[in-house]
DNA sequence: CGCCCATCGGACGTCATTCTCCGGTTGGTA
DNA sequence: TACCAACCGGAGAATGACGTCCGATGGGCG
């Protein structure tokens, strides 16, 4: 019955494209930042425009794609038994040291989006649940909340973002160090 | 003699078109940020927009104009006797909810424009007088540098700029207070 | 083998913004 | 009063990005 149509041209070179839009976005946002020029990355990749939006209809399903990663990281390394506030807030930061288009989607304009809603809040959560631990052992302070650690990334990337790439790093670990300093109790 | 050329519709109408220029890129840089677009500036003075580029023939110089007095008064207040980091970094914070602009303008890629270096030398300066009698008293760490302070200040700003204005001042307090405990010893 | 259609790529229309150019206006001065 | 230099305003060219539309392509299925 070969019931359900199947691509023709397709299944291989469609995948090949998307997952080409895919990489050169994430180069694309980790140089330019979230705004970066979709047309650009449609050109980086070898692929027309058409390709593009056909994938991705708007900016924020090709970020998500991008990001999915990113999240799932989080999410794991959350969720190993023994990890602390500290080691998920380091790895966020070097994230964010790559690309500051991540934690960008998450505070933009866009983040009213459902997706980004949802992506944001399985952030908050995943921070959340390591707060009473860092609380226990006095590396949190009794009044900061989830929210704010959220919000303290979101400046860091807001810096990040007007720097140069090479002043990133340096820059991220100064700040850090003194927001670190700054949620203790 | 009249040997001094003296212009003719002039000094009046010139005076007045500057200033109304002023006054309105003020209120566009605040509600819309420091990219808020010259036509509407132009439009909002009642001014053509060949006059806006006569007068102020590129973005940093319209800027420049606008936050003269911020600079001024924090110089005023730095100078002032018995005045501490705190008051100043008070008033700078203040500056930067009422309109993120400023401190855009000296973080962002402009910063490479000599005279937006000299503002922002000129605000690391008056940063940097307060800093000894902070140290003495405890409120600041004896490794952090003036340069921390307006990266710090940056980093605020950099987030307001993409929250609603409702939201400015909450959260800008929020912040504050997280990093002010940030910069303790 | 040849048709068909999902998929491809990029040309194109739209829009926002920047900045220039130039004909028109005005008021001080002779 | 009449001239004309300085100033005015806005039309519009140039730029760069977005998102759509459509003719071309080529792999699978009959």
Redesign the interface.
Known sequence: MTATRRPNRGPRAAAANRAALITAAREAFSATGYDAPLTEVARAAGVGQGSLYRHFPDRISLALAVFKDSVADLETLAARPGTTLDDVLDLLTEQTIASTAFVDMV???SASDPRVIEVRDRVGNLLAGTLPEARRTGRL?ED?TAD?LL??V??????L??LPAAERRT?AE??WT???????P
């Not at 979101?154 to 810096?159: I, Y």
Request: glycine share 16%.
């Open positions: 505070t933009l304009a302070g900061v704010d919000l303290a979101g400046m860091l990337a807001g810096l973002t007007r820059t100064r700040m003194l927001l670190r300093h700054g949620i203790e």
